[in-house]
């Protein structure tokens, strides 16, 4: 059990994890390498540093809460589950728990497919290796929009009868895996999910399983309460969810490394207020 999870390793992430490890804390931050920070050739408008590049700048923060303590995983949380006094967050197939919550998920949202929240849990899944053994011998699809679409599908390709790859090729996927270059348009189904509409066509399915480098936040914590696709917060950078925080692009304008790392600052202090 950690005393916070912080979700997206960018920098209001780390800022968040070098506060609470300032104060202390134990904190896991979750989130693959790289983000939007890391694709900024060059930032001028960060104090401290003239002109540094996006990525250098990115590992720099990462190394300094590394170096005071907090531990770091990659992956994509799927779901945050509150359990009363504690939250329990989705991991592939681990369930992480942790006592505060800070959301640094950035900016950019996924937009969902039409059907996909409908047919959530009857047919369609964020997770191969939690619900793949439901469709072992079964022939399902892969939409393929993140980092962990490679591993995913190739467990899943030594489960299931068929898997269909929908999505730009990747390095590294199993022989077996059938590559499609249609483009995914919506699920359909009756009472569940039974095949994926790709450029007008339907394609009928046993499964879907769909893999992002980050969730629509309805999805994550059902209930936050958003400000368009931004996520409503105090000025303690609290969020409508009681124990959880967010910092950072998933707060709003404006999209700056600087506020992104103030608010982090907040949002730890606030977290570890309530600790
Ligand atoms: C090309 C470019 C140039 C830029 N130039 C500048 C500049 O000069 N100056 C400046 O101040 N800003 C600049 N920015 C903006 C800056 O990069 C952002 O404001 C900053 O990175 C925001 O930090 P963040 O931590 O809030 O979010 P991000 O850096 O977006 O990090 C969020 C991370 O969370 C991850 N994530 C999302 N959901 C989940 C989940 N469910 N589970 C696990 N991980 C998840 C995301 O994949 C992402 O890696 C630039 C951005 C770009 C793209």
């Known amino acids: 059990m950690f005393d916070i999870a912080v979700i997206g390793a960018g920098p209001a992430g780390f800022s968040a994890a070098i506060q609470a490890r300032k104060r202390e804390k134990t904190v896991l931050v979750i989130g693959e390498a790289g983000g939007w920070l890391s ?58 728990e942790a006592a505060k919550v800070i959301l640094c998920t950035g900016a950019k949202q996924p937009r969902l497919l039409p059907g996909e929240s409908e047919f959530l849990g009857r047919g369609v899944s964020y ?26 599908a190739n467990f899943l390709s030594g489960l299931c009868s068929e898997v269909h ?23 359909l189904g009756g009472m569940k999910a039974n095949a994926l509409q790709a450029d007008g066509q339907p394609f009928a399915v046993d499964g879907i399983f769909i893999f992002r480098e980050a969730m629509a936040l309805s999805a994550l914590l059902p209930g936050i309460e958003t400000d368009g696709t931004f996520i409503r917060v105090d000025r303690g950078m609290r969020t409508t969810v009681p124990g959880v925080f967010a910092a950072g692009d998933c707060t709003g304008q404006p999209l700056q490394v600087s506020k992104a790392v103030g608010e982090g600052c907040v949002a730890a202090m606030s977290a570890v207020a309530e600790l």
């Open 39 to 96: 694709r900024a050739h060059s930032i001028q408008n960060y104090p401290g540093f003239i002109d540094i590049s996006g990525a250098e700048l990115l590992a720099k923060m990462r190394e300094q809460a590394e170096a005071m303590g907090a531990e770091t995983r990659p992956g994509v949380v799927h779901q945050i589950l509150p359990f009363g006094d504690h939250f329990a967050l989705s991991l592939g197939g681990d369930f992480i």
């Open 127 to 152: 997770c191969g290796t939690c619900d793949g053994m439901l469709y072992r011998g079964k022939k399902v699809a892969v939409i393929a929009q993140g980092p962990e679409a490679v591993s995913e």
């Open 165 to 187: 790859w929908f999505g730009a090729p990747q390095e590294g996927v199993d022989p077996r895996i059938v590559l499609h270059g249609e483009k995914p348009e919506a699920i």
